[in-house]
T-cell receptor, first 114, second 109 residues
Framework: KAGVTQTPRYLIKTRGQQVTLSCSPISGHRSVSWYQQTPGQGLQFLFEYFSETQRNKGNFPGRFSGRQFSNSRSEMNVSTLELGDSALYLC?????????????FGPGTRLLVL | GIQVEQSPPDLILQEGANSTLRCNFSDSVNNLQWFHQNPWGQLINLFYIPSGTKQNGRLSATTVATERYSLLYISSSQTTDSGVYFCAVQETSGSRLTFGEGTQLTVNP
């Protein structure tokens, strides 16, 4: 069974640009969550999608948005990039949100904003 | 929101030594997971352990939910055990994982 996949793995952008990251969950999983990891703030929750609906959102500005497709694949978008958006972006998948089950993480997308 | 504290923040061991990592959390949880972050950044699942004890090879974990803590034991450590270990919890009222700040483990040959 394939794991969680994320594309691209590495990305370099400049301030003011926008970026779209993709996450494909484990087959059969319908819940996808996104996390940002930075040296200063650690791992922080961005948002969660289930059945194409955003169920939960972390404390991030509106420049961060996401969506989920009918095949459960999810994308997150960051507009008007800032230097502080440089981070490792991780997505996790599970069968259901809030379920008593293991969440599995993808390899991450490392974003560098210059 | 729920608070998660991990200790120690840093741990340096000689190969072959044993270690215990601790995770304290401030409220009841539905889910508690231990992860090892590899050098490329991926979070590798070690244990899903909201309560009880589990073992997997040289690693074992115990969560005492009533006292709101979990322990990760690493026995006969190897250099490949080096990296950051995270504890993450999911509150009973939500679905997001809240992570501790991690324990940076260095195992020297």
């Amino acid at each position: 069974k394939a794991g969680v996949t994320q594309t691209p793995r590495y990305l370099i952008k400049t301030r003011g640009q926008q970026v779209t990251l993709s996450c494909s969950p484990i087959s059969g999983h319908r819940s996808v969550s996104w996390y940002q990891q930075t040296p200063g703030q650690g791992l922080q929750f961005l948002f969660e999608y289930f059945s194409e609906t955003q169920r939960n959102k972390g404390n991030f500005p509106g420049r961060f948005s996401g969506r989920q497709f009918s095949n459960s694949r999810s994308e997150m978008n960051v507009s008007t990039l800032e230097l502080g958006d440089s981070a490792l972006y991780l997505c996790a998948s599970s069968f259901t949100p809030g379920g008593r089950e293991t969440q599995y993480f993808g390899p991450g997308t490392r974003l560098l904003v210059l | 929101g729920i608070q998660v504290e991990q200790s120690p923040p840093d741990l340096i061991l000689q190969e072959g030594a044993n270690s215990t990592l601790r995770c304290n959390f401030s409220d009841s949880v539905n889910n508690l997971q231990w992860f090892h972050q590899n050098p490329w950044g991926q979070l590798i699942n070690l244990f899903y352990i909201p309560s009880g004890t589990k073992q997997n090879g040289r690693l074992s974990a115990t969560t005492v939910a009533t006292e709101r803590y979990s322990l990760l034991y690493i026995s006969s450590s190897q250099t490949t055990d080096s990296g950051v270990y995270f504890c993450a919890v999911q509150e009973t009222s939500g679905s997001r994982l809240t992570f501790g700040e991690g324990t940076q483990l260095t195992v020297n040959p």
